[in-house]
């Protein structure tokens, strides 16, 4: 039996970091413009809090400017859209990114909306995910936008392949659809209520798995050969009884890995695989965003 090909998102990561920084170097030379990403942190939220440093520290690595904005878990929404607006109108300023979730008194869509589309590099306003729905170039939502790279990084083309995607959020499921359809596959979408979901992971010659259940995909539905990406990221208990009382968690994605990998052709572990894609996917559409503003104008 032989084991599939690991997928190594933290080589291929990195090494797409030090490609934007070549570029962002490039930029600078080119039109005497460095790139800048404001990110807004609302609230206290550890996670949130952790995500936003990586973020700031990755984006000061590759040379670009990393504008902070952190308010009150009190803040009112309308402050928030004020802020907004003031990016929208900062010529520094050619990414733009709200830390998800928000507090509970703050209605997501309203604030996602109020990004200008040109700087909405988490590609999560309305404008971006319609150009992606009609396969016109856009700011692509960055999980989607890294599994892709490792796709093609592993299999070249992508034509004719028939695609599953597992799990229809508008963050993931649904722009790794459309990237995939744009990419002459195949796809089927699944969801909670789709039937014989085996069944179509055994057609499949790629399958996503983004659905947020630790373990979810088996090695018995997988189609030998398969390509499989794994979204998932999920923190379990450890094994071991005494880490485990102590509280221990580990994180495991929504693939069955150790038995999937003697299955599949090639795989993502997590960690590893896809999370570090997605912040360079990140740094890769701020500065997509900065030529596309900087070019318009
Ligand atoms: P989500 O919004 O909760 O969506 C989960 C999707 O899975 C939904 O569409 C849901 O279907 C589907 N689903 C749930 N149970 C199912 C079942 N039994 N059979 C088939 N489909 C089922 O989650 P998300 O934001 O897309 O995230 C998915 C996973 O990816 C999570 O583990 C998350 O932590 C991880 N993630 C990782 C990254 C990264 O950087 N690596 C980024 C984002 C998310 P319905 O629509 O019918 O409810």
């Not at 490792?150 to 992508?158: A, F, Q």
């Not at 963050?171 to 979901?197: E, F, S, W, Y």
């Not at 539905?221 to 880490?243: C, F, H, Q, S, Y």
Request: glycine share 8%.
């Amino acid at each position: 039996m032989t084991e599939a090909i690991i997928i190594d998102g933290k080589e291929f990561s990195s090494n797409l970091r030090n490609k934007i920084a070549e570029d962002v170097k490039a930029f600078k030379k080119e039109r005497s413009i460095v790139p800048g990403l404001a990110v807004v942190l609302v609230g206290e939220d550890p996670a949130s809090r952790i995500y936003v440093r990586k973020k700031e520290e990755m984006t000061t690595a590759v040379g670009m400017n990393s504008l902070s904005y952190r308010l009150d878990a009190n803040a009112s929404q309308q402050e928030l859209l004020d802020l907004i607006g003031t990016l929208n109108h900062d010529p520094a300023v050619h990414g733009i990114l709200v830390q998800l979730p928000l507090p509970k008194h703050i209605d997501t869509p309203t604030i996602l909306e109020a990004i200008d589309p040109d700087k909405d590099v988490d590609g999560f306003h309305v404008v971006n995910a319609g150009r992606l729905a009609i396969g016109t170039p856009s700011l692509v939502p960055c999980t989607p936008a890294g599994c892709m790279m490792l796709l093609e990084h592993t299999l070249g083309s992508l034509k004719g392949k028939n695609a599953l995607v597992i799990g229809r959020s508008t963050i993931v499921g649904r722009p790794m659809a459309q990237l995939l359809l744009a990419a002459d596959c195949t796809v089927t979408i699944a969801h909670r209520h789709t039937k014989n979901l085996e069944e179509l992971c055994q057609q499949a010659d790629i399958v996503v798995a983004a659905v947020g259940i630790p373990h979810f995909v088996k090695a018995s539905w997988l189609k030998p050969g398969a390509v499989v990406i794994d979204v998932g990221i999920n923190r379990v208990p450890v094994e071991d009884e005494t880490a485990k009382a102590a509280g221990k968690t580990r994180i495991v994605g929504d693939v069955d890995f150790v038995e999937a990998a003697k299955v599949a052709s090639a795989i993502t572990p997590v960690p590893g695989g896809v999370g570090p894609m997605t912040i360079a996917c990140l740094l890769n559409n701020t500065v997509q965003a900065a030529r596309n503003l900087t070019s318009a104008s």
